[in-house]
Each structure stands twice: as structure tokens, then as C-alpha cells.
């Protein structure tokens, strides 16, 4: 297991690597953004930004969105996966800001995990990105360079990888290494063919080392 030095020394050099490193996402106002954080659900981020601009521009507020037919937004979004399950998260989920928070997005985690569609990593993205609240949103990239680099046991699930991140990093430095982990994990270390020969951190990577 790497110790909190080493495994911020490994941040920092995926920051070397990556560093613009950010979010995949078209970044728009707090509530459109949080949409495409649900539609991005086993989806790629890129599939997502090519929807959303005619689906925004349709779906200007939290109210017109509440309003909207499942079948119209349905159209706008058909070509992502899940897209009939998120059409029902996004209108119900527009249904509840109107209802519960005036039409904003909320600023806590609790609140925004009573959304529909919103789970723990949508709910810690969103402060992220949206509000600049320190958070630490672990997705399928993340979980899998934490454990490959031994940052965190290879059983842990998602909440126990969050933990033992946001106790072993500086919480200022939460948000840009959950972009440089992810970045790391989409370009260096990837899920079936990691780069394993040109990696900067293979020195203290069992699992590299054995492919190599």
C-alpha cells in the first residue's frame, strides 16, 4: 500500500502528464451540467455532449424540462445508452427541483443525492465542478488506478476508495486528482492495455511490473 507522501507524489505526476487534465463534460450552468452528468452514466462523455446542446437549448429551466414528455425527451437522447431510464431520471429529477428547491441546484451532497438520477458519484461531481466544493468522485477509472498503484486494497469498494483517498490526499487537492486519476486511467492506464512499458510510475507498480 502506498503511504499518503506516495501516493500524493504519484498525483503529482499524473498532473506532469496530464496537465490540463479536466472535465470531459461541456460545462454549462449548474443544472444543465448536472443532466449530463446522468446522461454520462455508462455512456462517454463525448456521445453526451453531442446530445445536449439541441436538448438544452429545447429545455432552457428546471420547470420546462418538469413539463416535458418522456417520448420528446426520449428523441433528444436516444442515441446514448439507458436513454428511456435517464429520459424518466431527467424529467423526474427536474420535477423534484421545482418542487423542492425552487428550480436551483443544491449545494450538499445530501441534497442532491435526493435528486432522481443522482448518486453518490453524480452528487460529488457536481459540487466539484459546479460549486468548487472539494469532493472526491471515484468512477470505474479512478477505482482502478487507485487499486493497480496500491493506493487503496484491491477489494475495496467505491465508498471505502473514497475514504481512504480524501484521508490520504489534501482535500485542496481533491478535484484536480480525481481529473488526473481519470486521465491517467483513460490514457495511460487503461482497463485492457495499459502503457504499461512507458509508464513514470511503473517503479511502484506490482501489476505493471509483471506485464512488462
Known amino acids: 500500500m502506498l503511504t499518503k507522501e506516495e501516493t500524493v507524489t504519484a498525483i503529482e505526476v499524473m498532473g506532469e502528464i496530464f496537465p490540463n487534465a479536466t472535465t ?35 429545455y432552457k429551466t428546471p420547470l420546462e424540462l418538469a413539463n416535458a414528455s418522456r417520448a420528446e425527451v426520449e428523441d433528444y437522447i436516444k442515441t ?16 423534484e427541483l ?3 428547491f425552487n428550480g436551483e441546484v443544491p449545494q450538499t451532497k445530501k441534497e442532491l443525492m435526493s435528486l432522481s438520477g443522482v ?29 493497480r498503484l496500491g493506493m487503496v486494497p484491491k477489494t475495496s469498494d467505491v465508498l471505502e476508495i473514497e475514504k481512504i483517498l480524501m484521508e490520504k490526499i489534501p482535500q485542496d487537492m481533491w478535484i484536480k486528482a480525481h481529473h488526473r486519476m481519470i486521465f491517467f486511467g483513460r490514457y495511460q492506464c ?16 506490482p501489476e505493471g511490473q509483471s506485464r512488462v
Open 98 to 100: 421545482v418542487a423542492n
Open 80 to 95: 446514448i445508452g439507458l436513454y428511456r431510464n435517464k429520459a424518466r431520471f431527467l424529467i423526474k429529477c427536474s420535477q
Open 119 to 147: 448518486g453518490r458519484k453524480t452528487a460529488n461531481v457536481v459540487l466539484a465542478e459546479c460549486f468548487g466544493i472539494p469532493a472526491f468522485a471515484v468512477d470505474t477509472h479512478v477505482s482502478r488506478v487507485a487499486k
Open 190 to 205: 487503461m482497463a485492457r492495455n495499459p502503457k504499461c512499458e512507458t509508464c513514470p510510475l511503473l517503479e511502484i507498480c
Open 24 to 58: 470531459s463534460l461541456t460545462k454549462t450552468d449548474p443544472f444543465h451540467f448536472m443532466l449530463s452528468v446522468i446522461l454520462s452514466a455508462q455512456a462517454t462523455d463525448k456521445s453526451v455532449n453531442l446530445v445536449t446542446p439541441a436538448l438544452f437549448a429545447r
